[in-house]
C-alpha cells in the first residue's frame, strides 16, 4: 500500500467510505461524486497504480463483483444498463467504477461528442445518509443472493 495514496488509506481505515463489499482482496464503496445513485467503486486493496498492473485473477474478480452489483443495480434503479470501467484518471490506484446507466452519456467518450471545447466538472458531492442509505441497500442486497 502506498502511504499517500487517498484508495490505500480508504482501504486502511484512514478515510470513511461508504462501503458495499469487502474480501481479503478487496473493497466496494460508494463514490462520494456519483454519476448517479448507488454508483460504486471497486478497489483491490494492494495497490496497483493501473488496472493493466494488477494479476489477471484480482482483475477477473473486480469483473465478477462488477457483474453481481450490475445486476442488482439494474432492478434497484429500473435502468436497463449499468457501466463498467476500469479507470485511472484522478486516483492513481486501480479501480473500476460500476454505474447504473439512466442515459447513454452516464458512460461516454468525449469522442461522441460534436462540441469541442466542453468544460467539465465532478458531480456534486452527495450527502452522507443519502450514501448510507444506498450502501446499506446494495450491501444487503448482495448479501442476499
Do not use: W
Request: hydrophobic share 40%; proline share 8%.
Amino acid at each position: 500500500m502506498s502511504d499517500n495514496c487517498l484508495f490505500c488509506r480508504i482501504a486502511r481505515r484512514e478515510i470513511p467510505a461508504h462501503i458495499v463489499h469487502e474480501d481479503d482482496r478487496v473493497l466496494a464503496f460508494l463514490d462520494i461524486q456519483p454519476v448517479r445513485p448507488g454508483h460504486t467503486l471497486i478497489i483491490p486493496k494492494q495497490h496497483y497504480p493501473y488496472y493493466e498492473d494488477m494479476p489477471a485473477d484480482l482483475a477477473g474478480n473486480i469483473l465478477n463483483l462488477g457483474q453481481k452489483l450490475g445486476r442488482h443495480m439494474k432492478r434497484l434503479y429500473g435502468v436497463d444498463r449499468v457501466g463498467f470501467a476500469f479507470t485511472g484518471i484522478h486516483v492513481a490506484h486501480a479501480h473500476a467504477h460500476v454505474i447504473p446507466m439512466h442515459h447513454p452519456q452516464d458512460v461516454t467518450s468525449t469522442q461522441y461528442i460534436e462540441q469541442q471545447d466542453l468544460t467539465f466538472r465532478m458531480p456534486p458531492q452527495a450527502a452522507p445518509d443519502a450514501l448510507a442509505a444506498t450502501a446499506e441497500q446494495l450491501r444487503a442486497e448482495l448479501h442476499a443472493s
